[in-house]
């Protein structure tokens, strides 16, 4: 298998994702639908493919930290990884932009938590959980459900 191809490939379907959303006061809906739900989607899928379709050859596994390393010496563990990253940091990167469009937070404070969800995950997410938090304390009152 052309590992290579299969990372340009999965990466440019991010990107996607990814500009979407940077340009979501713009499209928010179209946002929404390729960022939240289409990219998603697809990652996922081809996630699933790698799990049943390339076969562990070093074993490993999640029981400790010792079997996890041993599981990402396989380039098929180590793809199907960095698929998993991509697909959930990029629904992470949906659910701020929604969010931040129906808790009333302007763009501009939530746009620097994309990058850093991007970037570092849980970083980000805990960047626009305080983004949130701020605004909470200092705006009017806005609608909580989520």
């Given amino acids: 298998m052309d590992f290579e191809s299969v990372f340009s490939a999965v990466g440019l379907l991010a990107m996607l994702g990814w500009l979407t ?5 713009l499209i928010p809906i179209w ?6 739900l289409i990219a998603p989607v697809l990652l996922a899928a081809t996630y699933v493919a790698f799990l049943l379709l390339v076969p562990s050859e ?3 596994g999640f029981g400790s930290f010792a079997e996890v390393k041993q599981l990402f010496t396989n380039p098929g563990a180590v793809m199907a990884g960095w698929i998993h990253f991509l697909a959930f940091d990029l629904l992470i990167g ?3 932009c929604r969010t931040a469009r129906r808790e009333n937070i302007p763009f501009w404070m939530a746009l620097p938590c994309l990058p850093a969800t991007f970037l570092f995950g849980p970083a980000g997410f805990l960047l626009f959980t305080a983004v949130r938090g701020i605004k909470r304390m200092t705006g009017p ?3 909580t459900a989520a």
């Fill in 21 to 25: 959303l940077v340009i979501s006061p």
């Fill in 31 to 36: 946002s929404d639908r390729i960022a939240g």
């Fill in 58 to 60: 070093n074993g490993g």
């Fill in 94 to 96: 949906a659910w701020i």
């Fill in 141 to 143: 009152a806005a609608p």
